[in-house]
């Protein structure tokens, strides 16, 4: 049987491209998890921001003058959402702020409520049980988690 020949021209040109296709893909998905994560944290302390639960607030020194935010009811029992969750809980809603790249490929962030040592730690799992503010602010945020991804990448794979 004869021989046959091949020669192939352009391969150094070729992984050169898919070389830069894979770093556009790397920068595209670290963007894209970086405004996941913002979208997320807003969802989540949108959902911290709810109806006040008293209307009126009498003077004091420490409070200032009357405050009536002329609601009906004037009063939310007990039964209902939280109210507004302020101070170091909404403050402790936090990303990642450098995501650590994976061996295997991409990166991993994360949205979250305090660190291991955070002053949050003994009430945001009683919170969160009482009224759930994480995981619907995560669900509310997955539509717009999913168009930033199919942007994403189709930017980086033109």
């Given at each position: 049987?004869?021989?046959?020949?091949?020669?192939v021209?352009?391969?150094?040109?070729?992984?050169?491209?898919?070389?830069?296709?894979?770093?556009r893909?790397?920068?595209?998905?670290l963007?894209a998890?970086?405004?996941?994560?913002?979208?997320?944290?807003?969802a989540?302390?949108s959902?911290?921001r709810?109806?006040p639960?008293?209307?009126?607030?009498?003077?004091?020194?420490?409070?200032?003058p009357?405050?009536?935010?002329?609601?009906?009811?004037?009063?939310?029992?007990?039964?209902?959402?939280?109210?507004k969750?302020?101070?170091?809980?909404y403050?402790?809603v936090?990303?990642v702020k450098?995501p650590?790249?994976?061996?295997e490929?991409?990166?991993k962030?994360g949205?979250?409520c305090?660190?291991k040592d955070?002053?949050?730690?003994?009430?945001r799992t009683?919170?969160?049980?009482?009224?759930?503010?994480?995981?619907?602010?995560?669900k509310?945020?997955?539509?717009?988690m999913?168009?930033v991804?199919?942007?994403?990448?189709?930017?980086?794979?033109?």
């Amino acid at each position: 049987m004869g021989e046959l020949g091949i020669v192939v021209r352009g391969a150094k040109d070729c992984e050169a491209a898919l070389t830069a296709m894979d770093a556009r893909i790397n920068v595209a998905t670290l963007k894209a998890l970086k405004a996941s994560q913002t979208a997320a944290k807003a969802a989540v302390k949108s959902a911290m921001r709810g109806r006040p639960r008293w209307d009126h607030r009498g003077k004091s020194k420490r409070t200032g003058p009357d405050v009536s935010l002329h609601l009906t009811p004037h009063h939310v029992s007990k039964g209902g959402g939280p109210g507004k969750l302020t101070g170091r809980l909404y403050g402790a809603v936090g990303v990642v702020k450098r995501p650590k790249p994976l061996p295997e490929g991409g990166f991993k962030g994360g949205v979250g409520c305090g660190g291991k040592d955070s002053v949050t730690n003994n009430y945001r799992t009683v919170i969160e049980a009482q009224y759930p503010y994480m995981k619907p602010g995560i669900k509310k945020a997955e539509p717009k988690m999913a168009v930033v991804w199919q942007a994403a990448w189709a930017k980086a794979i033109r």
